[in-house]
């Protein structure tokens, strides 16, 4: 069961009008190193995790999800009042023929979401380092993000949100650590 | 006896449906503990190496099916 805080995990600002920003955004949301993805592969994967570490899964998918409000509210804003012309100007005509003005789950190329973006192998360390590869990917993503817009504001939310994988990044890696420790000698079944 | 096999005793409800498995194990493979691999490590003999799919014993990981490396009842030795 989750409880739920109706505010962002961190303010999100737009400061400039650009629509095109909106659909690059996407690639956040829908896409293969996305939070969906994220929260979904984390929130799968904690069933068949040893004790140890089903928390940090637990905790980290939670937070994927504050993450995907953060970025569903950076293309909201960038496109709830975008005329036709500027959303087509902007690559989103398809969109728009699909969707309206609503959100939906794809990539910044406008490929949909799809279960196949992430896995659950049931071996742990395999799943471990593949969550950290998702982290580092989605780290890179924020990079290139970043680097596409000259808005302040939204960098300022997407260059808090490229550190929180930093920081998820590490609590993997040591939670491979836990998992390569010595556990359980000479038990009696 | 397996140095890379770790056991965990997961959680078991009293409603659990079916009867519970009490232990699980994962493997840690020797990859992960080897860094980067330094020089001068023995080596098996070419015969054996090819058998094993590797030159070096530090990197070779025998892997015992599930089911039957819990039975053995060691997680580390």
Known sequence: MWI???????????????????KFLMEQYGGADGELAAALRYL????????????????????????????????YKLTKDA?????EAAGLGAHYANHDRA????????????ATYIQAKGDPIADLY????????????????IDMTDDVDIQDGLKYLREREVVHSLRF????????????????? | MDSQTRVYFP????HDPCPPIRVKSYYVPPQLFIGFQPENLPQFSP??????????????????????RERRGEGHS
């Open chain 1, 173 to 189: 890696r040591e939670a491979v650590e836990i998992l390569k420790e010595e556990q359980g000698r000479k038990k009696f079944f």
């Open chain 1, 44 to 75: 799968n994967q904690r069933y068949t995790i040893p004790d140890k570490v089903i928390g940090l899964l637990t905790d980290i998918g939670t937070e994927e999800f504050a993450h995907l409000e953060m970025i569903a509210t950076m293309v």
């Open chain 1, 83 to 87: 005329t036709m012309e500027e959303l």
């Open chain 2, 11 to 14: 959680y078991v409800s009293p």
């Open chain 2, 47 to 68: 015969m054996e190496a090819l058998m094993h799919g590797t030159l070096w014993p530090a990197l070779y990981s025998p892997y015992v099916p599930t089911g039957q």
């Open chain 1, 130 to 145: 593949e969550d950290i590869a998702a982290e580092e990917k989605a780290r890179a993503t924020y990079q290139w993000l």
């Open chain 1, 103 to 114: 959100l939906f789950y794809e990539n910044a190329g406008g490929v949909p979401f799809t």
């Open chain 1, 4 to 22: 739920y805080e109706k505010k962002l995990q961190y303010p999100v600002r737009v400061g400039k009008c650009d629509v095109r920003m909106a």
